[in-house]
């Protein structure tokens, strides 16, 4: 019976056996997990865009190979995700169309400009930090195609944060106006990042059952404390400013306590309305629209082979 189910698909989980494509699960447990796997990869897609922008004008051959490969990945980690997501029985077709339609969210982050050179640095150490933070304990969510997706994810991420941080610390030991470009894209970039962690606990609808089946480990907010923690040493140590006037260390809780999140530019980005929202929405249909000629080329390639096998 139903109830049965739920009960032995409850128990699973709580004994950390992994939750496979063909098993039992409840229904809810299915939408949400499509929910967040298809966010997660739209947003490992349209976050290209932001650094993509920077290739052709970064500073060395150098920097330009390490963007290009870190702007592939997130092209592979995109890919990986989306067939996660099809496991759970639904199409490719209809998780890329709401993305373009507007009906699918994706990381409110990646709707800011990227301004200068410096944003490069800031993104891969901040952004891709968060990313790690928030990533780590998914691999071992209970969905198996989940999980094991995001083992290789966190390492190529891990890549990405350290050559993140070590361009910041090139340009905070550099000129002063290279120095001022870090603490500008800082500035810029900081509080959007403690955004990606999601709403505070008490509004986010959607934690306390993804804690239960342990999509999730941790609450928005446990996260994004473990993220200051980490980071503000990393920004005492490159020797920038961090852009919050009330922050301060507690010795008693070992936390640094911080200021209150511009909730209103939050929601105000994840409903559309962002800086950059519509216009990264439209790069991505133009070139979903510009490579129909090769999807069709690979579907025409595999009907022919089939025809020659049958012969
Ligand atoms: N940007 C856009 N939408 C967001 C964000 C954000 N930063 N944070 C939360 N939301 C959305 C949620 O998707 C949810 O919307 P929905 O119910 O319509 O799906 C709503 O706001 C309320 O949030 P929560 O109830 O807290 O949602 P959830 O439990 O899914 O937690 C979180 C949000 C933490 C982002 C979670 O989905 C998650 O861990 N996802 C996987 C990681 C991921 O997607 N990272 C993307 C950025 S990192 C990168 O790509 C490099």
Redesign the pocket.
């Known amino acids: 019976t139903q109830i049965n189910l739920e009960e032995h698909f409850q128990n699973k989980i709580d004994s950390e056996i992994r939750i496979e494509p063909k098993d039992w699960m409840p229904d809810a447990y299915r939408k949400t997990l499509i929910?967040?796997i298809s966010?997660?990869a739209h947003?490992?897609i349209v976050?290209m865009l932001p650094e993509a922008n920077w290739i052709t004008r970064a500073p060395t051959l150098n920097r330009k190979k390490i963007l290009l490969a870190k702007v592939q990945d997130?092209a592979g980690?995109g890919l990986y995700l989306y067939c996660a997501a099809e496991t759970l029985g639904v199409t490719r077709d209809e998780t890329i169309n709401d993305l373009h339609s507007g009906k699918a969210?994706?990381?409110?982050?990646f709707n800011y400009p990227t301004l200068t050179w410096a944003d490069m640095g800031a993104i891969g150490w901040l952004?891709?930090g968060?990313?790690i933070l928030?990533?780590v304990p998914?691999c071992r969510a209970s969905y198996g195609p989940y999980a094991r997706a995001m083992v290789r994810i966190c390492k190529e991420?891990s890549f990405h944060q350290r050559q993140g941080y070590e361009l910041m610390m090139k340009l905070a030991q550099g000129s002063p106006e290279q120095k001022a470009m870090a603490q500008d894209a800082f500035n810029r970039w900081w509080w959007p990042t403690l955004?990606?962690?999601?709403?505070k606990d008490a509004?986010?609808?959607?934690?306390e059952l993804?804690m239960k089946w342990r999509i999730?480990r941790f609450t928005?907010d446990e996260?994004r404390q473990r993220f200051v923690d980490v980071s503000i040493p990393q920004a005492e140590y490159l020797g920038l400013t961090i852009p919050d006037p009330d922050l301060k260390f507690n010795e008693e809780t070992g936390h640094y306590e911080f200021g209150e999140i511009d909730w209103d530019e939050?929601w105000k980005?994840?409903k559309g309305n962002g800086a950059c929202n519509k216009e990264r929405v439209e790069t991505r249909k133009k070139a979903f629209d510009d490579g129909a000629w090769v999807r069709e080329a690979a579907t025409a390639y595999h009907e022919k082979r089939k025809l020659r096998e049958e012969d």
Not at 195 to 199: L, V
Not at 203 to 207: H, V
């Open positions: 929910r967040q966010q997660h947003s490992e976050g997130e980690h969210k994706y990381s409110s982050i952004v891709d968060a990313a928030n990533q998914l991420e955004m990606m962690f999601g709403p509004e986010s609808g959607n934690t993804s999730k928005n996260l939050f980005v994840v």
